[in-house]
């Protein structure tokens, strides 16, 4: 069948109607500015500006607690260097991100090792650029530190409720709240600097109750914790801070406000509280650009092949079981007029699991050559991405922009901006 006789056939059974731009879809990645981004796809265009408003929204909004960006969500070095201007701290998950940060300037001794289980040389190697907090969940972990970064401080990740997020994380990481006692005072024993408590709620938790809930368990360990002598420093709430995907999240604001009522159940408050966001100072910041390869109509239903997929960083569509509903727009100057159609959106290889959308809304007219506009995609795609079937990984094109400009990004190189090391 040809493409016009599909459209045709398209526009007279399955055809809804035109489709409006997502809300919340960020004014410095319209569409229009989109269009006159040239080059190659698929690439991930990005503004740091969108990056370090969150954070600036953040701090307002969870006025206690001392951010300390998840490195693994985005390390595009704009990203970072944007962070780090900001004065914001940092958590890895191994030596190779601090690595990444040292070499962009970044002090190791401001930097937090949350990582539970860590191969023995990156705790070596860490401890030796001068990072020296590390996440422990285990007997063998503590030993481990005491071993290969004597008189550290090491703080103990409590498994929590996570089941309204999105990607629960407390299944692998985490202990109770009498493992938690007993590993501090191994600590302790060991020679190592008992520091804290840490827990994460899931990522893309849509649910603030869960910050407040967990903080009170930790209020009763900390309680248990001075009786045997043990003051914590730090309580770090980890990430799992949502960001929009096309469905309403809770503001950040309601979540500060949980956050709050939590904190005020500790018996003291901690010398440092810490939070490491990922996803949500960074999902927002860029849109995925791709090309379509080739449309095809197969057991009754219309795809889309394009040069980005499961394995080139869209991996989040296939980890949840209702699918991943990144936001939509695309090249097709009929976009917004022209009738919608349900698609099928999969990606270049010779893989079906790389099929990343199942019931994609874009104009029925999709052709080869038109470009997709993925928003939403700054967190855990670049990251994830492979270049498996040969297929480049998209490259990373964040720029520094200026948010008062009307009209057309003024793109910067991004590591114009200036850069202070973190904390
Ligand atoms: C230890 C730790 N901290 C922070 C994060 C960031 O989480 P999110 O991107 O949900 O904010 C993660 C994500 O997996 C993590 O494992």
Redesign the pocket.
Known sequence: MSTSALQTSASETRNGPALALPTRWPSLLRPDVLADAAGPTPFLLGSTELVTSKLRRFRSAVREVQPFY?V??NPDAGVLTALAAEGCGF?V?SLGELELLVGLGVDAREVLY???VKPASHIKGAAELGLWRF?VDSAGEVAKVAREAPGSAVYV?LAVEDDQ?A?P?SRK?GVDGGKAVALLLEARDRGLRPYGL?F?V????TAPSAWTTALRRVALIAAELLDLGIHLDMVDI?????AWYGTPVPEIEEIGAAITRGLASLPYTPELLAA???????AESAVMVASVLGRERRGGQDWLHTDVGAYHGLIETQQTPSGWPYPLWTSRSDHGTAPSLSYVVTGPTCDSADTFLDRALLPATMAEGDRLYIASAG??TLSYASSFNGFPPPQARYTATSISTVGRVVPQPSHAVALRSAG
């Open positions: 998840a693994k969500c958590e998950a949350s990582n539970t996440a990740r997020s990607f994380l990481f840490t994460h899931g990522s893309q938790s980890g990430g799992g801070f949502p490491e966001p990922g996803r949500h100072l960074a967190a855990y």
